[in-house]
């Protein structure tokens, strides 16, 4: 019988399981950036291997916070571990460990027999496995020895063991999903993300954190041109048209997302674009704008919408 689980990545912000998710499923499945936090949802990539299939659970990083936004967050990160059959546990070698470490560690500790852990950015100047270990051995004291790997997320090291280690205590079960999918994200949410991810990568200070995607408008139009409504696909799609807004929370913040004559706004479609085109076969039109959704963050409703569980 083959294997089958879920697997939810859990870790502090910006230890690197985003990258991890789209090494192992060789897709850019979630957006990467150095800015923490920049995971808000839970997010699958679906790995199929002989001995069977692996679905990935990205999840937001880990951080101690009592605002709003983070304890959404948090709640996302804490569905994802009780939904899952086992948990990677990454963390970053070149960082060492502090209070939000352990507060992970102590989280897990009553998972750890299916538990997995990655000590990721072996690569990084000043990476220190000793380090990793020896907090690891005191804090997540019932890890097995081959339970802990090294591993560079940016560099693919490492990734065919911790598979293999992961394939080792996965249950038996049919696969959920078929060979062809390597994620199950809807076409909306995954551009909204590619277009969020752009935007992070360029803007500033609290710019990131202060900004979401809302995708307004989407038509399919096929080899005649006509248009269907994106919840009716048409059997052959020739192109995609999306009307989307870059969401801040302050109406001051608009003039930095756009930019001195619009180059800002400019880069971020055109980046985005680019992306796109390498994951869709369609052609895509994007109508890309930026308005002001007042402090979103603080708002329950937009949250539901936005940070979705
Ligand atoms: N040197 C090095 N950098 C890495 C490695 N993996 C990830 N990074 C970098 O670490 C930063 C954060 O990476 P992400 O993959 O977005 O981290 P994350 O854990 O998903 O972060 P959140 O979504 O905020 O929780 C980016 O700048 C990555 O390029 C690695 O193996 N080595
Ligand atoms: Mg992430």
Known sequence: ??????????????????????????????????????TRNAIRGIVNREQGQLIF???????????????????????????????????????????????VAALLAPLVARTVVAVNKMD??????????????????????????KISARNNEGI???????????????????????????????????????????????????????????????????????SKLPGARSALWVRAFIIVERESQKGMVVGKGGAMIKAIRQAALKDLRLIFDWKIDLDLRVKTGKDWRHNDAALRRIVKL
């Open 1 to 38: 019988m083959k294997k089958a689980a879920f697997v939810a990545l859990v870790g502090r912000p910006s230890v690197g399981k985003s990258t991890l998710i789209n090494q192992i499923c060789g897709e850019k499945v979630a957006i990467v950036s150095a800015v923490p936090q920049t």
């Open 57 to 103: 659970v990205d999840t937001p990083g880990r951080h101690n916070s009592e605002k709003k936004f983070n304890k959404k967050l948090m709640e996302v990160s804490g569905r994802a571990i009780d939904e899952s059959d086992l948990v990677l546990y990454v963390l970053d070698a070149s960082r060492a460990p502090g209070p939000e470490e352990s507060a």
């Open 124 to 149: 990084a100047h000043g990476a220190d496995y000793a380090l990793a270990k020896e907090f690891l051995s005191r804090e997540l004291s019932g890890l097995a020895e081959d339970r802990c790997l």
């Open 160 to 230: 065919d063991a911790l598979l293999a280690a992961l394939y080792a205590i996965a249950p038996e079960g049919d696969p959920l999903y078929g060979e062809e999918y390597y994620t199950d994200q809807e076409v909306d949410f995954r551009i909204a993300e590619v277009i969020r991810g752009q935007a992070i990568n360029r803007l500033r200070q609290e710019l990131p954190h202060s900004l979401y995607v809302e995708i307004a408008d989407m038509e399919f139009i096929d080899e005649h041109g006509v248009r269907f409504a994106a």
